[in-house]
């Protein structure tokens, strides 16, 4: 490689390191910071999720359709916090497949204190970064996903195979 190429690859290599940091940092203080509650902090983001939402009937669809995250991990997130009390599914009147998310009384007694400890977290996250920044990350990441599902998507379409050897590649 040129000198040129090879401080652009690194260059690209560090934005992909730097976002698994940044979820290993986010993961580890969302740990730290629900301490005394029983949730992950993936849970909480969604419990918070469908409290802010509690007058709305949202189905699992239209949770990963907002949220972006995949039915199966919404799903498993779900059962998780069905099985802590947090909700309950009901049936949903002519239509077996679908459930209702109802709150519990749970639910609502840590509804406070999660939203307090998810403000901590986004203040302690965009401390010392502007709107302006702020607007321009947000951009260039979903630019980012958009590129990455796009070609997850062609390759599907074609028959490429996206794993070799059980990693993403």
Do not use: W
Not at 16 to 31: K, V
Not at 47 to 54: G, I
Not at 139 to 163: C, D, W
């Amino acid at each position: 490689y040129p000198l040129f190429l090879y401080h652009r690859k690194m260059r690209k290599n560090r934005l992909e390191f730097l976002a698994r940091q940044f979820n290993t940092a986010l993961t580890q203080y969302g740990q730290e910071n629900l301490g005394g509650l029983d949730i992950t902090p993936a849970q909480s983001v969604l419990l918070a999720y469908l409290l802010e939402r509690q007058d709305e009937e949202l189905s699992l669809t239209e949770i990963c359709a907002k949220t972006g995250i995949t039915k199966a991990t919404i799903s498993a997130m779900l059962k998780a916090l069905k099985n802590k009390g947090y909700l309950i599914m009901e049936a949903v009147p002519g239509d077996d497949r679908k459930k209702k998310i109802c709150l519990t009384g749970r639910a609502y007694a840590v509804q406070s204190e999660i939203e307090n400890r998810l403000k901590k977290r986004t203040e302690c996250i965009y401390k010392g970064i502007s709107a302006q920044e702020l607007a321009a990350m947000e951009s260039i990441l979903e630019r980012m996903t958009a590129n990455l599902k796009q070609e997850t998507a062609r390759r599907k379409q074609h028959g490429e195979n996206t794993v070799q050897a059980g990693k993403a590649i």
